[in-house]
């Protein structure tokens, strides 16, 4: 039961670790496709427009066996590094969506007041533009981050032993479910909160910036 146990929780810790470097780095990803998106440059655009266009259509299991068997040449390694590069280029896809989107909700004529009032680009991008964009992607970004955590059980597929497969093996079934339930909802309410503070933290200083301005 104490090796279990031990199992267990570093499946637990496996789980939580990929689900976090894999947001964060599928966040950045996601990020400079989005740019590239934006580009005024045909090119550029263009490429980023056929690599998300691709990425996103491959399923993440597919994407993990394609990765472990052209880098490794075993399906079954175990490499969590597979695992990390081929989920977070899934969810990278997801996201560059949502980033879009946001960018899309922000009006053109408040970027045009911004800049008619004497603030830079940069200035209107972090205090007019990416309140609005991140205010908009909030609940999307959560569940993004719920689905990142859900999807790291398909790199059981190639031998890592992550939370849901150290689950599996508890000779109660119904035990096993249930603490698979228990970690995910735990590891889901983390994120939600986190990122949730970040979204009201930035909202707060671009309003306190904004106020200030309008003093002077």
Partial sequence: ETLMAIKIL????ITFFLTIVCFVTASLIGIMTCAGFCSRNKVI???AKVYNGIIIKIPPLVMLMLFALII???RNNGSILIAYIGLSLFV????TGVFFGGVCSVADGEIEAARTIGMSKMQTFFHIMLPQIIESIVPVYMSMFVMCMQ?????SVIGVKEFLS?????SNAVLGIVLSIVGYFLIGTLGDFVITRMGKRKHIKSKDYLEKSEVR
């Fill in 92 to 95: 990278a896809a997801n996201l």
């Fill in 45 to 47: 655009r263009t490429i």
């Fill in 166 to 170: 150290t689950t599996d093996g508890i």
């Fill in 72 to 74: 490794m040449g075993d």
């Fill in 151 to 155: 999807i790291t059980s398909v790199a």
């Fill in 10 to 13: 570093a499946g637990l810790g």
